[in-house]
């Protein structure tokens, strides 16, 4: 991947035109203000905005991020245009928007980063992202960035997914580390699951198991023993039949009644209702409105039709509910001789507290059994995640061994491996050239411990090269998936000034002997150390002099990489 140009619509941003060799973003001095810095004009913006173009997430949490949030929201579009495999891309980006566009296609923002690492993630475990890749070659501003040389995700060192990818980058099979993760994780739901049953079990409730099963089968023979066991079953069952049928009848007699009630209801409104001619006649009389006779007698012809009417009805409903009372009598006749018959049976059952005795046995033994069954329960299935959890342990001990017989058979592409580091070292430090050990870890999911060391890296000036270092060795060993590592300024902050300069010297060889293409942002202190330096010949300098696409000056907010200021 090479990156060629970073743009915006906003006519304010400073347009970046990519070098396929070094590129430097420069933070110059020009204002005599002493209150005036070249810190915060937009270096490290640049890296950043590559990222965050790239698909990297843009945090909104506190004041800062929120206040970076919504100035590029309103800013305008942004364009990064790289080439990959011989095809070239412009990637927009307007970050009041979720979505992005390659080559004018859109994409939602996980197909898009689908997208990214179906192009650029090649022989590389299924997991591993186009974010995870590009983090490895491309570190952000940052102490989380800058405190480990595999810490490239900004994540703790225990962190799974930031040591797969540095194995994968290092060369090292990683198929035993994501079976050792899925085991891993099977023992600890495992002791999870164990731990949640032993509370459910107790010592104590192992114990009484024998004893609840005797109390069970004293029961058991108590109940047997009891004579009337049988007959009680059986009137049991003839009670339980009666009050079947009593329910029956009383549905059928509930709703008998609300049907006589209802047709009572209706014939008692029927006997409110009385149509008079005369009083017709009377009333429209008042209103001085006279009816021809004619009028008068087809009045009459109605009200007669309305009282016939009335007087059939009047009698259908008479006769039903005379139906619904015989009907009534005779479901309170069939109801009672049941229920007395089904009284007699439950006084019988309950005569001198013989059917009690039963009843309260057969309860006890349901209550025994179920004590029973549950701790039998558990306990089946402690066992069975006691299996499972030896099983899994088992499986755990032969991943182990399998992994220290892998390293056994490639240790002699570990010592190259280690060489290699030791090499890039030595460019730093004649004497003293550190190391790079892969050794199997006590029991981490991740398998493997990276001991990734440099003579005195504890001091943080150390600890830059050793970063450095690794970096141009994840390069060495995958030239092929980007040719692409980027550094933000702050890797020179604790440097020597020979140090900084034998990075740059390093990194151009890297530039002209294999085609690496290196971008980094630099404040003026930095630059000047670096120029006046002996390391570098006058070639050297002259090739940083030209590689300087961008200077950022403290002078005013236009001279910024944004051209105002935020935050």
């Not at 495999?85 to 996980?110: C, L, R």
């Not at 023993?225 to 339980?240: C, F, Q, V």
């Not at 411990?449 to 504890?458: G, N």
């Amino acid at each position: 991947m090479k990156l060629l140009k970073l743009r915006s619509d906003n006519e304010l941003f400073k347009t970046i035109d990519f070098e396929l060799g070094l590129t430097i973003v420069a933070g110059l001095q020009k204002s005599k203000d002493k209150s005036k810095s070249y810190n915060g004009v937009g270096k490290s913006s640049t890296l950043n905005l590559i990222h965050w173009i790239l698909g990297a997430r843009l945090n909104n949490k506190t004041e800062r991020e929120k206040k970076v949030n919504k100035f590029l929201k309103a800013y305008g579009n942004f364009y990064l245009e790289i080439r990959h495999g011989g095809a070239d891309y412009v990637i927009t980006k307007n970050f009041a928007h979720n979505e992005f566009y390659v080559n004018d296609q859109k994409y939602s923002n996980k197909d898009y980063n689908e997208f990214l690492t179906e192009l650029f993630v090649k022989d590389l475990p299924s997991s591993i992202s186009f974010r995870n890749l590009f983090n490895c070659f491309a570190r952000r501003y940052g102490d989380k960035y800058y405190s480990e040389a595999h810490g490239q995700q900004g994540q703790p060192d225990s962190d799974y997914q930031q040591r797969l990818v540095n194995l994968a980058l290092l060369g090292l099979d990683t198929s035993i580390v994501e079976r050792k993760r899925k085991t891993k994780q099977a023992i600890e739901k495992l002791k999870k699951s164990q731990s949640a049953i032993s509370e459910a079990v107790s010592q104590e409730d192992i114990h009484a198991l024998k004893d609840l099963k005797d109390q069970l089968s004293f029961l058991a023979s108590l109940r047997e023993e009891l004579e009337i066991a049988s007959a009680y079953d059986n009137e049991k069952e003839a009670a339980d039949e009666l009050t079947y049928q009593i329910n029956e009848l009383r549905d059928s007699l509930y709703e008998s009644r609300k049907s006589l009630k209802r047709k009572n209801n209706l014939l008692s409104q029927i006997g409110d209702v009385e149509v008079d001619v005369s009083q017709l006649t009377a009333v429209y009389e008042e209103a001085q409105i006279f009816f021809k006779e004619q009028v008068v007698v087809e009045l009459e012809d109605a009200c007669n039709f309305h009282k016939k009417l009335i007087s059939n009805r009047t009698n259908r409903l008479t006769k039903e509910i005379g139906f619904l009372t015989e009907e009534i009598c005779r479901l309170k006749e069939s109801l009672e001789p049941l229920e007395a018959k089904r009284d007699l049976i439950l006084r019988n059952m309950s005569a001198d507290g013989a059917f009690d005795e039963y009843e309260s046995v057969s309860q006890q033994i349901i209550i025994k059994t179920g004590e029973i069954s549950k701790i039998e329960s558990n306990l089946q299935l402690a066992k069975k995640i006691e299996s499972e959890l030896s099983a899994e342990k088992l499986k755990n001990a032969e991943i182990h061994n399998e992994a220290l017989g892998y390293l056994n058979s490639i240790s002699e592409y570990l010592e190259k491996l280690d060489d290699d580091f030791r090499r890039i070292v030595k460019s730093f430090y004649n004497n003293n050239t550190g190391s790079l050990i892969v050794q199997l870890s006590t029991d981490a999911q991740y398998l493997y411990d990276l001991d990734i060391h440099v003579p005195k890296d504890s001091s943080q000036g150390v600890n830059e090269v050793r970063i450095f270092c690794y970096d141009m060795l994840l390069y060495e060993r995958n030239r092929e998936l980007l040719g692409f590592v980027a550094h933000d300024g702050c890797i020179f902050s604790e440097l020597d000034p020979r140090q900084k300069a034998q990075m740059f010297k390093v990194a151009l060889e890297y530039v002209n002997d294999t085609g690496l293409q290196y971008f980094v942002n630099i404040g003026q202190s930095s630059l000047e150390e670096i120029l006046k330096s002996d390391v570098l010949s006058s070639s050297e300098k002259e090739q940083i002099q030209n590689a300087i696409v961008l200077n950022l000056l403290d002078e005013a907010p236009d001279t910024w990489l944004f051209g105002s200021q935020f935050g």
